[in-house]
Structure formats: structure tokens, C-alpha cells
């Protein structure tokens, strides 16, 4: 029987929500219940053996990691500092505008290249069964997804460390650094045991929110200042970050990643020997979980904004001490001005 008769058998090719937790948890019965199938021993070998992941490789993530770090540096002293002064933006605002606008620019560059990828080259997003073709452990990466893939790994493991020392600190800043060791792991793991193919796909179903995120809190920044010229841009990029996240994060990663790599992943690669195959499922699924945190999170700021009790950055994550009083806000703006 061919891969795609057995596919086409077993589950369904447009899955529901219903179909992901009844085929997934069938799945993981069969695939560890039955001791013929598989031993915890052969599970430990097999996980192992099936990483490729060379010195080169690692050294080269590492060294994306440190420049991502002096081009963040540069972008806010050169670019950001020029607009700023521009727009003459509040000193609370400052650094906040700083960091939306970086990461505004990272993620629009990566999810656009990220999603040609997906979409145009392999067609992934379309059939996202056809990750697991020919698949083995240690095959060779592409070149064009080996590039996002190092560019990627190399900007969370940069985020960790802005997160703790160079970002504003937020409600969410536990939960933020465990986003970020999370997708580091999971892109690193991913690419060790060649599940390069289901990552674009994870990149392509998260990158594209994080665009609107921040835009909408750049446009909200500029707001403060400008007497609401940019309200209406404000309020079009708040709603397509809503439709965004809901899509991509709640209704298509679930469906065609976590359906992917919980079910149809056992079936068609088996007989190469299916490595990891339960942590790297509890990974994503703590992803999907912590997209759900974040979506009752920007619900609520749309709350805020609907009763008029919306701060100015508009982020109901941020503390309350980083917002300064009147008198406070002057002085350190004729500080920043002398």
C-alpha cells in the first residue's frame, strides 16, 4: 500500500479540530500502548542517533545570535532615535517604539521570505502532509531553508537576551522568556533531527501575527503625540492582528502543524524511524497554548480600547511604574533635548 492510500485511509486530508484531538490521542495509544510497535529504549537510541547537527552550524547561529545584537543596537541609535526625534514621541514611549520598530522590520523580512518558502517553492502550506516525503534523519537541508532556519534560531536565542536585558519589562516577562527558550529549542531540535519542513510551517503560522502586533504598537506610539492623526491606522492594524492571530495561530497551526506532526507524521515516516516524536509534539503544543494566553491577552486590550480605558502604548502587558506623570515626563524630556 503507497504512503497516500495509507494517508488517505486513516485520516482525514482537511482536519478539524475534532479530527486533531481524536486522531492525535488514537495516535499516541497505538504508537506507545502497543509494546510491538516501539520500546522506551529503542525511543532514547533512536532520538540520539538521530541528531546532525555539526560545530559549523552551531558556531554560525551563534555568531547570528551576536549580530542580531549590534544591528539592534545600530537600528536604535541611527534609525529609530532619527524618527523619535521626528515625531517628537514621549520618553515613556521611546524605547518601547524602538524595540516594536526592530522586530516590526526582522519579522516582516522573514515571515515574507519564510512564506515564498511554504506557499510558492514546496507548497507545504497548501499539502502539509508533503513535509514528511522522503524523509530520514540526517538528510541534507536545503540551502534556501537552512538560511532562514539559522536566521531564525539565531534571532530567539538574541531575543532571550533582549528579553532579560535590553527590552521593557512586562507583565508577561516569564511567560515571554519561556516563548522564547521554547521556539529557540524547538527550531534547533527541529533542524537536528531534519524537521526543517514542519518548522517553516511553524514560522509561517507565527511570524505573520508578530508583523501586526508590532505595527500596531509602533502606530500607537506615534499616536500619543500627533493628536490621534494615526488613529485609524491604529485601529486597522489592531484588527488585522486579531483576524491574523486567530487564523494563523488558533485555526491553521493546529490543523496543519500540530495534525501534521501528531498524526500523519507516525504513518509516514515509521519505517524511517520516527525520532522525538513526543517531545517534539509537547513543544508545539505548549506553543499553541501560550498563543492562547496571548489571544485572551490582546482580547482584552480590545476590551480596554472599546470602554476607553486603554493605556497609550496600548499594551495591557507593560507595568504600571513605566508610566510617568506629567511633570516627570516633562523634565525628562527637556533632559533628553539639553
Known amino acids: 500500500m503507497s504512503s ?4 488517505n485511509d486513516r485520516y482525514s486530508m482537511s482536519p478539524s479540530y475534532k479530527d486533531l484531538v481524536i486522531d492525535f490521542w488514537n495516535t499516541i495509544n497505538w504508537y506507545y500502548l502497543n509494546d510491538e510497535k516501539i520500546s522506551s529504549k529503542t525511543i532514547v537510541s533512536n532520538s540520539i542517533q538521530s541528531f546532525s547537527f555539526n560545530c559549523f552550524d552551531i558556531f554560525s547561529i551563534i555568531f547570528i545570535a551576536f549580530l542580531f545584537t549590534y544591528i539592534r543596537y545600530a537600528f536604535g541609535s541611527i534609525v529609530s532615535l532619527k524618527t523619535i526625534k521626528r515625531f517628537q514621541l514621549t520618553v515613556p514611549n521611546e524605547k518601547k517604539f524602538c524595540e516594536s520598530a526592530w522586530k516590526l522590520l526582522f519579522y516582516t523580512l522573514a515571515w515574507s521570505y519564510c512564506f515564498y518558502l511554504v506557499k510558492y517553492q514546496y507548497n507545504y502550506f497548501d499539502e502539509p502532509y508533503l513535509v514528511w516525503d522522503n524523509w530520514s534523519a540526517g538528510m541534507l537541508v536545503p540551502f534556501n531553508i537552512k538560511i532562514i532556519y539559522f536566521i531564525q534560531c539565531g534571532f530567539y ?3 532571550i537576551y533582549a528579553t532579560l536585558y535590553l527590552d521593557s519589562r512586562r507583565h508577561d516577562f516569564y511567560i515571554m522568556i519561556l516563548h522564547h527558550v521554547v521556539t529557540a529549542t524547538l527550531i534547533f531540535v527541529s533542524y537536528a533531527i531534519r524537521y526543517h519542513r514542519i518548522g517553516l510551517l511553524v514560522l509561517c503560522c507565527h511570524d505573520i501575527a508578530d508583523i501586526w502586533l508590532e505595527l500596531s504598537k509602533t502606530v500607537r506610539y506615534l499616536n500619543t503625540r500627533q493628536n490621534n492623526r494615526w488613529e ?5 492594524s489592531f484588527s488585522m492582528l486579531i483576524v491574523c492571530w486567530f487564523i494563523f495561530r488558533l485555526y491553521w497551526f493546529p490543523l496543519k502543524v500540530l495534525y501534521s506532526t501528531g498524526v500523519v507524521a507516525v504513518y509516514r515516516t515509521l519505517d524511517q524511524g520516527l525520532h522525538l516524536y513526543l517531545p517534539f509534539n509537547i513543544l508545539l503544543w ?4 501560550l498563543n492562547i494566553y496571548w489571544f485572551f491577552l490582546i482580547l482584552k486590550v480590545l476590551q480596554n480600547a472599546l470602554f476607553g480605558s486603554l493605556n497609550q502604548s496600548g499594551d495591557c502587558r507593560e507595568d504600571d511604574e513605566e508610566k510617568l506623570s506629567p511633570s516627570n515626563s516633562a523634565d525628562l524630556q527637556k533632559k533628553r533635548m539639553n
Open 4 to 7: 497516500n492510500e495509507m494517508f
Open 157 to 159: 536565542f538574541h531575543s
Open 232 to 236: 485609524q491606522a491604529s485601529y486597522i
Open 286 to 289: 505548549i506553543l499553541f497554548i
